[in-house]
């Protein structure tokens, strides 16, 4: 079965400073990757996705992931935060014999504080 | 281009009632998936829909079903409620297979007393 692991419950920061949001993966052949942000009682906004091509995406709001096959990992990353990035942050995967239901990891919380 | 509408935004249910949660997917998108998220318990997967039929359902009693309409749309009931249903119920569209990318409605908060 596929699935995702965010080891970390809450992330914080410092506005300004770098931030990385931690996402491993378990796929049975070539996953599909993507990267959710939730404010609030608000639905999921998209922020990225890895399909297949450059190991490094670029997303929405100046986030990046990379992907990296031989850790199975797929880091979400900002060079500078900023305080309206505190939000909930998921991971999700599908690809193999389930292509198309997602698998979600439990979200991060991420908090960056002025 | 209109996103995935949701409808009602907030509900309130007494134990024991049926309530029915509607979805609009994104123009041109064939795939609706349902997602629960309870406080504390992040976002479960309860039924996937692809051109009417059900194509994958998660680890939820029956009294939890849904369908699909040709205009591929989608209905999420739930028989019997119990407080524990009590969630952000979470609607998803995607061309077919959703490899490519899903687009979120912003929900429906249900809440049974």
């Known amino acids: 079965a596929q699935s995702v692991a965010q080891p970390e419950d809450q992330v914080n920061v410092a506005e300004g400073n770098p931030l990385t949001v931690k996402c491993t993966y378990s796929?049975?052949?070539?996953?599909?990757l993507f990267w959710y942000v939730q404010y609030p009682n608000r639905g999921l906004q998209f922020l990225l996705k890895?399909?297949?091509?450059?190991?490094l995406v670029k997303g929405s709001y100046g986030f990046e992931a990379e992907f990296n096959k031989s850790q199975t990992s797929f880091h979400l990353k900002k060079p500078s935060a900023l305080v309206s990035d505190s939000a909930l942050y998921f991971c999700?995967?599908?690809?193999?014999?389930?292509?198309?239901?997602?698998?979600f990891g439990r979200g991060t919380q991420l908090t960056v504080w002025p | 281009e209109a996103g995935v509408t949701q409808s009602p935004t907030h509900l309130i249910k007494t134990r024991g009632q049926q309530v029915t949660l509607r979805c609009s997917p994104i123009s041109g998108h064939t795939s609706v998936y349902w997602y629960q998220q309870a406080l504390g318990l992040g976002l479960q997967f309860l039924l996937w829909?692809?051109?009417?039929?059900?194509?994958n359902r998660g680890n939820f009693p029956p009294r939890f079903s849904g369908r699909q309409f040709p205009n591929y749309s989608s209905e999420l009931n739930v028989n019997a409620l119990e407080l524990e249903d009590s969630a952000l119920y979470l609607c998803?569209?995607?061309?077919?297979?959703?490899?490519?990318?899903?687009?979120f409605g912003s929900g429906t908060r249900l809440t049974v007393v």
């Open positions: 890895y399909i297949t091509g450059d190991n």
């Open positions: 796929v049975s052949g070539n996953p599909y």
């Open positions: 998803a569209s995607s061309l077919p297979l959703g490899g490519y990318g899903y687009t």
């Open positions: 999700a995967t599908t690809g193999g014999s389930t292509l198309g239901r997602l698998y």
């Open positions: 829909y692809d051109e009417g039929e059900e194509r």
